[in-house]
C-alpha cells in the first residue's frame, strides 16, 4: 500500500491515546470467541440457504440482525415511508436473467459459427442492458496496455474504431519486455488478477473507440472452475431509478473458453492457446463478432439493516462513524448451498460484536452500523445506502468496513486495512498508531489497494468519505460451496475485532477532524 510522509501531524490526532499506555480498553473484553463462533455458525448454516437476497434465506439473517442490534441496545436509524425509525431500509434491485437463445456468432467469408452463452462464453459486464445486439470486425491487442511513455503501445497503428479488442487474460503475468519497461509503481496497476487492470484494459478500449472488450484463455478451465465463473457472471444487476455505480468500465466484456478461442484465432497469424511466443497486435481479416443478448428483469425486494449507537457530547453527536459489512451471499447453486462463512458471516458477526462493546461504552460521535444487501451483486445496497442516507454525508466522518476477515492468510498475524490513506491519511495514521498501542498485529506488507473497489466502502469513498476495508482477503473457499463456518481462525477473528473496536472507540472520542475538504 503507498505510504504518505506526514510532515505534520497534530498531537490533537491522538489525544485520547496517550493514557492508554498500550492496553486495550476493558469493554473490549465482551468481544468473545463463543459469541463470533455463534454468529458464523448461524448465518452460514444451511438454513439460510447462502443469503440470497429475495430469498426466505436473507430474511432470517436480517430478522437475526435486527434481534442482536435491538439487544445491545442499538436503535432504529431509517425513517419508513410511514415515517416510523425502522431498522431497516427497504431497497428494490432488478436482476436481469439472460435470454437461453443469447449467442455469439463468428462469421468468416468461410462461414459462420454460433457458440452458446455459459458453455462457452460469459458477459462479465454490460454496461447496457437495452442494446440487444453488438456486432463488428476484430483487433487483437495483447494485453491492451498504452504507456507510450515507456516504449508500450500495443494499440499504436492499430484502427480499433468500431471493432471488438481482443486481449489475453489479465490473470497471466505480463511477459518479462513489458515488466522491465514498466516502473514497479505504474506496474501495480497491470498486476496478476488485479481488478484495477481489467478496469484500465476497458477503458484503453473504450478511448480507442472500441465497441467491446474479448478476452480469451489460453488454457483448459475445469468443468467446476468455468462454472463458477459462469455463477458469478450468469446473472446482472442494478437498482431502478439509478445510474450504474461507476466502477470504471465504458464497454461490454465478453470473457471465452478455450475452444471458442482456439476457433476465434484459426486461420489468424497468431494463436494465444498454440503459440505461447511473442506475438504482434493485428486486425482479424474477413471476420466478424457478432453478439446477441437479451434480459428477462425480476424485481428483487430486499433491505440494509441499519441501526444507531447515539453519541453523548451534544454536538459532536451530529458526526457519525459507519460500522458496515454485507449480510448477503451467492444463495445455491443446483444442489450446492454458498454458506459465505467467511464472506461476509465473518463481517456481520464483527459488527455484531464490535457494535455490541461500543454500546457499552461512552462515545461522543455516534456509530451507525449497517449491514448491506445485494453486496455481491456490485456493491448495490451500500450505493443505495449513499445515495438515500440517513444523514447528511458530509456528516459522516468515515466508514470502517469489515469484508471476509476470518481467515488469515500465510502470516497467521497480518491483515490489511485497505484504502485508508486514500481520502485522508490521518485515518490511515490513526489506524497505525491505535493497533501500536492496542494490539500487535502486522498491517499491510502487502500492496492490496486494487482490491480496494471491491468493498462497500468504495460507494462512500466515491462520495469522498474517508474509508477503509478490513480484510484478510481471498482463499480457496472464497465464492465456493467450501466456505464454511469451521474453517474459521476464531482466535484471529476476536483479536482482529477487538482492535477494530478501538479504532472507532478512537474515532467517535478522538479530536480529529478527518473531513475532506473538497466534500461537495
Known sequence: ??????????????????????????????????????HIYYLASDELEGRLPGTPGIEKAMEYAVTQFRQAGLIPFHLSSDSRLSYYQDLTVNKYLPHPDNQIKIIRNT?????????????????????????????????????????????????????????LPY?????????????????QKYQKSSLARLLNKLQNAFDAG???????STSSY????????????????????????????????????SAMTDYLFNQEKYNPVRNKGSYKSFLFENAEFRLKKEYEILPIKTANVVALIEGSDPNLKNEYIALTAHIDHLGIDGNEIFNGADDDASGCA???????????????????????????FGLLGSYYFTENPPVTLKNIIADVNIDMIGRPDTVPNEFSSVGADRINPKL????NAVNKKTSDFILDTVNHNNDFMRGDQYTFHLKRIPSVMFTSLEHDDYHTPADDPEKIDYEFLQKSCQLIYEIILELANGDINLIDQGFN
Open 210 to 216: 472500441a465497441i467491446g472488450l474479448i478476452e480469451v
Open 1 to 38: 500500500m503507498k505510504k504518505y510522509l506526514l510532515v505534520l501531524i497534530s498531537g490533537l490526532i491522538f489525544t485520547s491515546l496517550t493514557g492508554q499506555e498500550n492496553r486495550k480498553s476493558e469493554t473490549v473484553q465482551t468481544i468473545t470467541i463463543e459469541e463470533l463462533r455463534d
Open 222 to 257: 475445469t468443468t467446476d472452475r468455468w462454472k463458477r465463473i459462469a455463477l458469478s457472471n450468469r446473472v446482472h444487476y442494478n437498482i431502478p431509478g439509478l445510474s450504474n455505480l461507476d466502477f470504471g468500465e465504458k464497454c461490454p466484456l465478453v470473457k471465452l473458453d
Open 111 to 167: 462461414g459462420e459459427r454460433t457458440f452458446t452463452f455459459e458453455d462457452n462464453y460469459i458477459i462479465g459486464y454490460d454496461n447496457n442492458f437495452e442494446i440487444r445486439e453488438i456486432a463488428g470486425g476484430l483487433a487483437f491487442i495483447g494485453y491492451g496496455i498504452r504507456e507510450p511513455a515507456y516504449g508500450i503501445d500495443e494499440y499504436k497503428n492499430i484502427d480499433v474504431k468500431g471493432k471488438w479488442v481482443v486481449t
Open 428 to 431: 490511515k495514521e490513526i489506524i
Open 171 to 187: 490473470t497471466e503475468e505480463l511477459p518479462e519486455y513489458i515488466r522491465k519497461k514498466i516502473p514497479q509503481g505504474l506496474l
Open 350 to 376: 464483527s459488527v455484531f460484536e464490535i457494535s455490541e462493546a461500543l454500546a457499552k461504552s461512552k462515545l461522543r460521535r455516534s456509530v451507525i452500523c449497517i449491514l448491506f444487501t445485494g453486496e455481491e
